[in-house]
């Protein structure tokens, strides 16, 4: 696709251009350059419906090691789906939406946070294939890969920081560092369980749901 836009469009217009995806189809296109925005949108609708089910399997399996509140391990007796979760995930997003100023911003930050991760997992990967050489793994992956997306990932963290070093980034490293501190004082000592209590049972009521032991999964 990058090719192709190198091919059609200038250097002028691709750095001109507010969707150079746009701005490629009404050259190829003409008219017909609409189909390039409709398939943007069913290509996000797909995007989404993996998204949602990914980001809530992550929050039910930190729910179900302790790190989070149990009911969020609950699955619907209905649909056999995480339920609590996935109703999180989507009040976090309303919550980020609202209360950024476009949703441009809100992508800018989530990929700056998703790269840090990608590229502290590609880092732990790196690490124990020297100190964890005798592991056992079934799959195993030629080590210049996760070599090459750490660098990536380095670079797409450190870019948009010296590009435009907004408040906001401060502000999203603090809030993970919170999120590390919380870990190691409740989590990692085992000194303090989220439980919510009766508030199990009525959330349970309100939504259909059980713990995943009980199912018939």
Not at 91 to 107: D, E, K, P, V, Y
Not at 108 to 116: C, E, K, R, V
Not at 144 to 160: A, D, R, W
Request: charged fraction near 10%; hydrophobic fraction near 55%.
């Amino acid at each position: 696709m990058n090719i192709s836009y190198l091919s059609v469009l200038t250097p002028l217009q691709i750095t001109s251009s507010y969707s150079v995806a746009q701005e490629w189809a009404e050259v190829m296109f003409g008219q017909l350059s609409w189909i390039m925005p409709l398939s943007v949108a069913l290509s996000t609708f797909g995007a989404i419906n993996s998204t949602v089910l990914t980001a809530g399997r992550s929050i039910f399996a930190a729910g179900r090691e302790g790190y989070l509140p149990n009911v969020l391990s609950f699955i619907n007796i209905h649909w056999f789906t995480p339920f609590p979760a996935i109703l999180l995930n989507c009040m976090m997003g309303l919550c980020m939406i609202f209360a950024g100023n476009s949703i441009s911003n809100l992508i800018d930050f989530f990929s700056f946070t998703a790269w840090i991760f990608y590229g502290l997992a590609m880092l732990s990967l790196i690490v124990m294939r020297w100190t964890k050489k005798d592991a056992v793994r079934p799959f195993k992956v030629w080590i210049i890969l996760p070599i090459f997306v750490f660098l990536i990932s380095c670079y797409f963290v450190v870019t948009p920081v010296i590009d435009n070093p907004a408040i906001e980034y401060l502000y999203v490293l603090s809030f993970m560092m919170v999120g590390v501190v919380m870990y190691l004082l409740f989590v990692f000592t085992e000194k303090f369980q989220f439980n919510l209590g009766g508030m199990n049972t009525f959330l349970q009521k309100l939504f259909n749901i059980v713990p995943p032991t009980t199912s018939n999964l």
